[in-house]
């Protein structure tokens, strides 16, 4: 096996166990409790795309990670994913933790931004990288609004 391929699987588990021990138990009930707008997946559609999201970051991380000669940027790239997958695992403990969905919304904005800077740094040192991130970057649009909805439709009544 490659160091390539040994790292990258190793960040994608590392990442799994933080989402996991951030969102802790009772996740069913955490869906269960909460009001969903009808466009909303159903919560064995979330495995799939968990499933999808981690595929993106195994293929961006190995692409990168394989590269001969990737010059300063690589690091760069490297980082900005590290930070989008240590906030999507933050993510878990605003949503299913504290139960917060204004925050779980709030941290939407970093990530998307980070996301959107990792694109044409992609661009510049693997195109197929790039591509592999390009369907997510589109999903990160969905899930903006879903957050948004879910904050608004769970959100206490004003007095």
């Not at 009808?38 to 990670?65: D, E, M």
């Not at 940027?73 to 999507?88: C, G």
Request: with cysteine.
């Amino acid at each position: 096996m490659t160091s390539a391929l040994i790292y990258s699987i190793a960040a994608c588990a590392v990442s799994i166990v933080l989402e996991a021990l951030f969102a802790g138990t009772g996740i069913k009930g955490r869906f269960a409790e909460l009001r969903f707008p009808r466009y909303a997946p159903p919560l064995w559609l979330w495995a799939f795309i968990g499933l999808f999201y981690y595929v993106v970051c195994f293929a961006v991380i190995y692409r990168l990670l394989s590269l001969p000669d990737a010059g300063p940027l690589r690091p760069w790239a490297l980082l900005l994913l590290a930070s989008i997958m240590l906030i999507n695992a933050l993510w878990n403990y605003f949503f299913f933790r504290t139960r917060n969905l204004f925050h779980a919304f709030v941290i939407g904005f970093p990530y998307a931004l980070i996301a959107l800077l990792l694109f044409p740094l992609l661009l510049c040192l693997d195109r197929l990288a790039a591509f592999c991130l390009l369907p997510y970057l589109f999903y990160l649009i969905y899930a903006g609004a879903l957050g948004y909805h879910l904050w608004k439709l769970n959100s206490p009544a004003p007095s």
